[in-house]
C-alpha cells in the first residue's frame, strides 16, 4: 500500500511538471516553449523528457538550462543528442 501511494506520488510530480512545461509559452510569439518527447501518463515511469521548441531558433539549450536549475541545487539532465532515422 505505502509502495503504491508513493508511485502514484510520482507519476502526478511528474504529470505536473508535463502540464506546465507544455503551458509554457514563448513570450514574443506566443508559441511552445518546449516539446515534450516522453510517452506523458501512458508510460510506467514518473520520467519527463522535453527540449526547447527547435522552431523558435532560441540563442540557449537544454545544457544552459541544467545549468541555471543546478545554481539552485536542481538536477536536471541536459544532453546533446541527435537522432538518425535510416
Not at 18 to 33: I, K, Q, S, V
Not at 43 to 72: I, W
Amino acid at each position: 500500500d505505502g509502495y503504491t501511494k508513493l508511485c502514484a506520488s510520482q507519476m502526478a510530480v511528474a504529470a505536473m511538471i508535463r502540464r506546465g512545461l507544455a503551458e509554457m509559452l514563448h513570450t514574443p510569439t506566443g508559441r511552445p516553449l518546449f516539446t515534450l518527447l516522453d510517452a506523458g501518463d501512458k508510460g510506467c515511469l514518473p520520467v519527463v523528457a522535453a527540449q526547447f521548441n527547435k522552431e523558435l531558433g532560441l540563442p540557449y539549450d537544454s545544457t544552459d538550462l541544467q545549468h541555471v536549475l543546478s545554481e539552485r541545487h536542481w538536477y536536471v539532465g541536459g544532453y546533446h543528442m541527435n537522432f538518425n532515422h535510416p
